[in-house]
Structure formats: structure tokens, C-alpha cells
């Protein structure tokens, strides 16, 4: 089995003692049933509710020795959450699986992936049709989605945000740029999105923000994780879109 970085891992046993330092992927881990293997998470883990595991830092400033005090077999990391200085501190003690999905069709494989890994395929495969029930075109629109503000940046076409409202029918406005470009909010509205996505996080945006859109329906401010978070909460992402659209 290969991580996002191509590297082969061999696991003839599930992992019994794994570290997540990606939260929508420790939310994951426990829809999947492999919650008992999960021994420590990061400090914006926050699904499922009530979730009580030792705390190693955030998803940027983990705390490198108290995630090896854990003794874990295996740490799960996300390449654009994470930084690779501290991928490779740990891996001086255990294996590191990276991941990162770009697209729903990703997130299918990853939920089956982790299936693999922890002995869950029949569980994947239920979570996997889940989200395939999800998808499908519900209207043809155009969109942008910002990230944040004092710069305006937003949702480029390569980024997974886009790729997940594309899902149900949407055309990003943005579908040429990359990543996430810095524009003035009158130049994306040059560009006549029908909607104007408004996810409260990595910024908080507010309903004063979303009165200074004019001209395209806004949805949102709304729980920034149904846009952001990968895994399982992809299903709930889709749905939000679908009843929302």
C-alpha cells in the first residue's frame, strides 16, 4: 500500500497505536470503527463530538516528544495541513502515512484506503456508496468561494474546495488560476458568479462580510468544515450543497 508520497507500506497487522494529526481524518478514522487505534489528535480535533484522546498540539505546531511519548506505530499526516520539517522529526520514530486529496474521487479512495489499513473494508464500502449517493449534478451554476480577507483570496480550480461544489454542477469562476490567488472582490464579481460560497473557516466571515457582496446570491457564513474537511465529512459537505443550491 503507497501514500500520497508514493512510499510502500506493509501493513500485515492493523495499526493498534496511530496518531492523527489531521482532523477531518481522525473524524474519519472513527466513522470507519477504527476510533480504539487512535492514541492521540491534534488540538482542532473536534469530531466526533466529545472526543477524548491525548492532545499532541495543532496541525502546524505539533508537539514532537509527546507524540513520541505515545509510542505510535503509525502518524497520519496531510501535506498541505502539515509541514514537512516535523514529518520528518517523526519519522526518526515511527512511520509517517501522507495524504492529501485534491478532488471526491480522492476522498472515495482515501475512506477505502484507511479501510485497508485498519481492517474496515466492509465500513468503507458503506461510507463510500454513502458519498457516491451524494454526487451528481443538482444545477448548473457558476461560483467562487474566498478563504479569506484583508486580502480577498480564494478557491482556485485545482483546489479541493471546488472540485467538491463541482461535484453537484458548479462551474468555479476561478476554474484557471491555482491554489489560492489573492483578487479584489470587485474583480471576482466582474466575473458574475450566480453564488458566492462564504465558509466560515480559515476566516471567519460574517454576515457584515457577506453584505458587502452584491450582485450574487451568498450562502454562508456556514461551518466552514462541510467545504474544508475531507474524509467522511465530504458526505456532509455534499449534502449541505445539495439542500442549499
Known amino acids: 500500500m503507497r501514500d500520497l508520497l508514493g512510499r510502500s507500506f506493509d501493513f500485515a497487522t492493523p495499526p493498534s497505536r496511530v496518531v492523527s494529526l489531521v482532523?477531518?481524518?481522525?473524524e474519519t478514522l472513527f466513522d470507519l470503527g477504527a476510533g480504539g487505534a487512535v492514541a492521540g489528535i491534534?488540538?482542532?480535533?473536534?469530531?466526533?463530538?466529545?472526543?477524548?484522546?491525548?492532545r499532541v498540539g495543532g496541525t502546524k505546531n505539533p508537539h514532537i516528544e509527546e507524540i513520541r511519548a505515545l509510542s505510535p506505530d503509525l502518524v497520519y499526516m496531510n501535506l498541505e495541513e502539515n509541514i514537512e520539517r516535523h514529518a520528518k522529526a517523526i519519522e526518526e520514530f515511527a512511520p509517517v502515512f501522507v495524504t492529501e486529496p485534491k478532488t471526491v474521487d480522492d476522498v472515495a479512495a482515501l475512506i477505502t484506503t484507511l479501510g485497508r489499513i485498519h481492517r474496515r473494508d466492509e465500513r468503507a464500502r458503506e461510507l463510500t456508496d454513502a458519498l457516491a449517493k451524494e454526487r451528481g449534478t443538482v444545477a448548473s451554476f457558476s461560483?467562487?468561494?474566498p478563504i479569506w480577507k484583508k486580502p480577498w483570496m480564494w478557491c482556485g480550480g485545482d483546489t479541493y474546495v471546488s472540485n467538491l461544489v463541482a461535484s453537484i454542477g458548479g462551474v468555479n469562476v476561478l476554474a484557471d488560476r491555482e491554489r489560492y490567488p489573492s483578487i479584489d472582490l470587485d474583480d471576482v464579481l466582474a466575473l458574475r458568479p450566480d453564488i458566492v460560497f462564504l465558509p466560515d473557516e480559515p476566516y471567519e466571515f460574517t454576515s457584515e462580510d457577506a453584505a458587502e457582496i452584491r450582485g450574487p446570491r451568498v450562502i454562508g457564513p456556514f461551518p466552514g468544515h462541510l467545504f474544508t474537511w475531507h474524509g467522511t465529512r465530504t458526505i456532509l459537505g455534499l449534502k449541505f450543497l445539495r439542500e442549499c443550491v
Open 23 to 26: 482532523p477531518s481524518l481522525t
Open 42 to 54: 491534534t488540538d482542532f480535533c473536534i469530531f466526533p463530538e466529545g472526543i477524548e484522546r491525548p
Open 143 to 145: 461560483f467562487a468561494v
